[in-house]
């Protein structure tokens, strides 16, 4: 089962506005990633936070972490129509670093 | 500097035919991963490898099998098609920083298999 589930499942807005996206997992964690797919092709790293942190910038996107509630949020600041993709939070769970468990995705689709 | 490379892009199977699926990295990550996603859906681990000769069961192994006789190379094999199996297919790597505690994990383009 999946770990990380992503809300909203779609997000829909206007250029220059600001998208949030929120992920919630389920067990304790070592770290927690934002990833980032434009249609048909892989998936982009775009951020990792740990959990010592609680929140963390680069470029446009920040990202905050709660890990008592286990939830992550992610902010895309002035968003861009470069910015449509679907957006995936992924964890991996704590005592097993081997491998990530992947969201359901957030598609987000930016109008000009 | 190739990254993650996949081959083929896209393929059209029978019901019981078999294929191999390949991923190679050029990076010297020791981790390699094999995902499937479905419409909809996130990515769902298959197997995975921590180092060259090693393999492991992701959350969707069966009906899947791979082999890492190279530390470049991550083969996913399918033995015997089922519609079932048809997706889209990703291959990452994954490159480690112990002393930082970050990690990246680096996708190939993707293999889209439909199996009729």
């Known amino acids: 089962s999946q770990q990380g589930e992503e809300d909203p499942q779609a997000l829909s807005i206007q250029e220059g506005e600001n998208a949030t996206m929120n992920c919630s997992y389920k067990?304790?964690?070592?770290?927690l990633q934002w990833y980032r797919q434009n249609s048909g092709r892989g998936l982009v790293h775009l951020i990792l936070i740990r959990s010592n942190e609680r929140e963390k910038h680069s470029g446009r996107l920040r990202v905050t972490l709660d890990t008592s509630k286990k939830s992550s949020s992610l902010l895309i600041t002035a968003s861009r129509a470069a910015d449509t993709a679907s957006y995936f939070c992924?964890?991996?769970?704590?005592?097993?670093?081997?491998?990530?468990?992947f969201g359901t995705g957030t598609r987000l689709q930016v109008f000009p | 500097n190739a990254g993650v490379t996949q081959t083929p892009k896209f393929r059209v199977l029978k019901t019981g035919q078999s294929m191999t699926l390949l991923c190679a990295q050029d990076m010297n990550h020791e981790y390699m991963y094999w995902y499937r996603q479905d419409p909809g859906m996130g990515l769902r681990l298959i197997h995975y490898s921590v180092g060259e000769g090693t393999t492991a069961k992701g959350e969707v192994p069966d009906g899947y099998n791979v082999s890492r006789l190279k530390k470049q190379n991550f083969l996913l094999g399918l033995e015997s098609a089922a519609p079932s199996q048809t997706s889209v297919y990703f291959c990452?790597?994954?490159?480690?920083?112990?002393?930082?505690?970050?990690?990246?994990?680096?996708f190939g383009p993707g293999t889209r298999l439909l199996v009729l």
């Open positions: 067990t304790s964690i070592n770290n």
């Open positions: 990452a790597s994954r490159s480690v920083t112990w002393t930082s505690g970050t990690e990246t994990q680096y």
């Open positions: 992924a964890t991996d769970a704590y005592g097993d670093t081997d491998k990530l468990i």
